[in-house]
Antibody, heavy 117, light 107 residues
Framework: QVQLVQSGAEVKKPGASVKVSCQAS??????LYWVRQAPGQGLEWMGI????????FYAQKFKDRFTMTRDASTTTAYMELSSLRSDDTATYYC????????????WGLGTLVTVSS | EIVMTQSPATLSVSLGERATLSCRAS??????LAWYQQKPGQAPRLLIY???TRASGVPARFSVSGSGTEFTLTISSLQSEDSAVYFC?????????FGQGTRVEMK
């Protein structure tokens, strides 16, 4: 059974950075994904990371301020978003697929990041 | 990039009636489509992938039809627990993308 455990909610000021973790267990594929959802809005795919070897692929929109890393020893993925703006206020989900195909069978509970002065 | 468009934005359906949700892709995605259900305060839940394969535990009243660029999610007999937002997502090529969602509410 895949489990994705995310870190807790964060409140940050504009211009700051935030780092969110996602500890995975039971993965059957080699990919973790990050998806964000602004309040009352739809879902945006941000990027994919292989938690074992650390390879990454970013959505074009997030290439500048978004960084994914991992700790292979704990199968934990991290996402860091820098130069935060108010429109970065969102719930950030990590998600996983049981196959190599990027639809998402498993989701973390989400981490709410609030950017406010 | 492929753009996914869902309609309507909100659908009001009576208990036991049929709900029909549409999803359109800006180009041919073959059958590389998934549907998710999201209830307030929860993460999305995978319902159906590969056009018509239901994920584990998903009731048979959920079905999908279509191919290419036009797809339909049908809830054959709406139950109270089906009130939620439904998203389609293509995975035909990078980047995967979601539609903006259809909210299904009880009339």
């Amino acid at each position: 059974q895949v489990q994705l455990v995310q870190s807790g909610a964060e409140v940050k000021k504009p211009g700051a950075s935030v780092k969110v973790s996602c500890q995975a267990s039971g993965l059957t594929s080699d990919s973790l994904y990050w998806v964000r959802q602004a309040p009352g809005q739809g879902l945006e795919w941000m990027g994919i990371i292989n938690p074992i070897v650390g390879s990454t692929f970013y959505a074009q929109k997030f290439k500048d301020r978004f960084t994914m890393t991992r700790d292979a020893s704990t199968t934990t993925a991290y996402m860091e978003l820098s130069s935060l703006r108010s429109d970065d206020t969102a719930t950030y989900y990590c998600a996983a697929s049981t196959t190599t195909v990027p639809y998402f069978d498993y989701w973390g509970l989400g981490t709410l990041v609030t950017v406010s002065s | 990039e492929i753009v996914m468009t869902q309609s309507p934005a909100t659908l009001s359906v009576s208990l036991g009636e049929r709900a029909t949700l549409s999803c359109r892709a800006s180009q041919n995605i073959n059958n590389n489509l998934a549907w998710y259900q999201q209830k307030p305060g929860q993460a999305p839940r995978l319902l159906i992938y590969g056009t018509s394969t239901r994920a584990s535990g998903v009731p048979a009243r959920f079905s999908v039809s279509g191919s290419g660029t036009e797809f339909t999610l049908t809830i054959s007999s709406l139950q109270s627990e089906d009130s939620a937002v439904y998203f389609c997502q293509h995975y035909h090529k990078w980047p995967p993308a979601f539609g903006q969602g259809t909210r299904v509410e009880m009339k």
